[in-house]
Each structure stands twice: as C-alpha cells, then as structure tokens.
C-alpha cells in the first residue's frame, strides 16, 4: 500500500468512527424518552451528580442525557477540597468552573459539593508544615478563606452548597475528625456563619448518610436546632440515600424526613443509589480472593429479570415514599448519571458491576420511574 493509499484509510477510518460514534449517540433510548424531572415535576427537583467527563463532553452522550432529564446538578467530585484548594492559597479551578458553566448554560440548579469534609479532605488544610494539628485560630482563618474564595467566585451562579458534609457517626456522636479534633463541635455552626457571610443568598445544607438511623436523625434535629436557636442559617438537611435491597428500613427513612422537617428545613434526597449486589463483609483484594470476587459480583453479565424486577419495586416503592412527603423534599438528586459511571462500581470493593441509578446500561430509563408514577 503506498502511503498516499494508507493515509487515505486511516482518514476513512476515523470518519466511520466518527459517524459511528454520533449515530450511537443519536440513538440511546433515553435520549427520546420522558424527562425524568418532568416526570417529577410536580414533586421536586431531580438531580444529578457530574464528573467532569459529561461536563466537558468526553461523554457526549452523557452529557445529553445529562441535559434531557435533569434539572439539577452536583458537583461529583471536583470542589472537593483536594482537588478545588490543593495548597494553602492554591486554588484549581479548572473542572469547577466547567462544571458551574455547565449547570448556569443549561439553566439547572447548581449545587456545590462540599466545602467542610473530612474526607478527600486537601492533605495541608488542619495540619502543619510538620504535620501536627494546627490551632484553633489557624484552623478558623483556614475555613474563613476557603469557604469565602469559592462560594464568592461562584455567587449566584451555585445556588446550594453542602456546607458540611459526613459529621456524624451513626450512633449520633460527632466524628473525630480533624476538623473536630481541634474546633470540637463548634467547628460546624463556623462552617454555616462563613457560608451565609459568603453568600447569603445561596442555599446551606447539612449532609450525611444514614441518615434514617435513630442517632443520627437526633444528633442533627439537635444540632440544626441549636444552630437555629443561635441566628445561625441552615436551610436544608440533606439524606444522601446510599441504599441497597435491605437497608434502609424505609419506616425509619420516613420518621428522619418527617423528624427533620420539623425544624423547619428544607429536606433533600442529596446522593440517591440503590446498589443491588451483596454486602461486603470482608477486605479481600480481588486480586488474592477469585472465589469471594466471584460470589461479591453475582451479575458480571446483566441482572436477572427477577433481580431487575426486584430492584425496580423497591426503587418505586422508595420513590413513592418521596412523593408522599413532596411538601417537605424539594431535591431529589441520584448520585449519578448512568450505571456504568456510579462509584458504586467501585465501592466499598473495587470492579463489580452494579446497576443502581435510573438510567440503565443500554441508556434507557428505568422502569421505576414510570409504576412510581401509576396512581
Ligand atoms: C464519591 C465519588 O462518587 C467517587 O468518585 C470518589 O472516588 C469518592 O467519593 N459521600 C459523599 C460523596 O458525600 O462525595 C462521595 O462521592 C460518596 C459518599
């Protein structure tokens, strides 16, 4: 083959790639499919949350699919503080920006996540050059800065923040995090005076996992309360929902949603997942254990429609549950945009497959959405 011929091939090639490609893109059933926040339009906001992939378009069809069924949006990863505040005065903007574009060009309510977390947590931020815990002053300065920078470059264009996320232990006890170890408890109502200084037209939310838990669903009415009691602004408790086929007992879901109403917050769904594959109870690498691997990712190939069935009853059965209490939600949001993108195919053991969000493998939404609806 002369090189004038191979040239011309390896152009021929990348055209029909290119094609292929668009024509994929054209054709995922979601994409002509109902709105899922139309679908719930009448209920609350339906979110979710983004990596920068479907911001920026390496996943275009993401990304459309992102624009066609969501009307809000969260930052999955890039405003954590390890990636949006790497050193001490050092700010990246890149993704965040993106990500905040994004969501203003798309008109979407766009949601900072988060600002105080122990984890992901940018490794100078409560220590100091010899790695001990910094004081109290430094630490507060710390928090004033980082929390003013990025909610005052983003001001009326991020319209919630979750101001401080994963500050409760189930059993109701405050985290020993760093953050804790050297403000103690005070650190969260600091967090929510910065917040609102910052911006006090943004929305400030108070965000943690299972929260149906009886510990946790006091600690935080107590907490919101307390911050409440003292002029201190929070205006949402945020239930991140990472739930499974047995857990949360959604009795107890119900009692937290009604619990935290009664402060007079706003309640939001903030990180909704439903993972259908077997608790993990042991820390086997997948390399050392084939067998345990093995029974942990019980559907390499796709569920089972019994499994599929199942799955889907319990997301409707949840999400009517939601509905129910629509005068109390205002934001439902999956973390998430399809089942090959959730983290939870990675956690808490790395490489399973798992289908735990409302658009399925093959791009289409899944049937949940639509017996959620059926009177
Ligand atoms: C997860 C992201 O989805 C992953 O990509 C990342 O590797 C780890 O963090 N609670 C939270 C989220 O508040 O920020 C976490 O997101 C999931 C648990």
Redesign the pocket.
Known sequence: MSLKTSCLSLALLLMTSCSAEKRHALSAPALSQTPICESYADYFKVGA?L?VGTVDGTDSIGREIVKRHFNSIVA??CM?SEVIHPAENVYDWTDADKFVKFGNDNKMFTVG??LI?H??LAPWFCVDENGNNVTPDVLRKRMKDHIYTIMRRYKGKVQAW?VV??AILDDGSYRDSKFFQILGEEYIPLAFQYAHEADPDAQLII?D?SMPNKGKRDTYVRIVNDMKKRGLRVDAIGM?G?NGMDYPDFDEFEKSIEAFASTGCDVMV??LDFTVLPTVTKTASVETNVAYEKEMNPYPDGLTPEVDRQWNDRMAQFMRLLMKHSDKISRVNF??VKDAD??RN??PMKGRKDYPLAIDRNLSVKPFIETSLRK
């Open positions: 949350a990596n999955e990863n954590k996540h988060c977390w984890s992901q979750d996320n994963e965000n996992y991140q990472h903030t990180e973390w998430g959730s983290w990675d956690w």
